[in-house]
């Protein structure tokens, strides 16, 4: 899914810990998860939150050292 709202609220903003927590939530919300056997509907509105953090980390470190190997530990 590309979360739109969210994208749109990280535009010229300074990096933080508190955006990240904005647009992940904001990413949570334009997200229509369904339930499943592999996974209720709230899990996977959790999901979209993690991810997003996780997604939003690793590219600050990609532009930040872009030369490096990403090492995992890094990005949670």
């Known amino acids: ?9 990280l535009k010229g903003k300074a990096i933080s810990e508190a955006l990240f927590e904005e647009i ?5 919300s334009e997200s229509t998860p369904r339930d499943s056997i592999r996974g209720e509907a709230w899990y996977r509105r959790d999901m979209v939150k993690v991810l997003t953090k996780r997604a939003l980390l690793k590219a600050v ?7 490096d190997m990403i ?3 890094r990005l949670w």
């Open 24 to 28: 992940a939530e904001i990413a949570a």
């Open 71 to 73: 090492h995992p530990d």
């Open 1 to 9: 899914m590309r979360a739109k709202k969210a994208e749109d609220a």
């Open 61 to 67: 470190d990609r532009v930040i050292r872009p030369d």
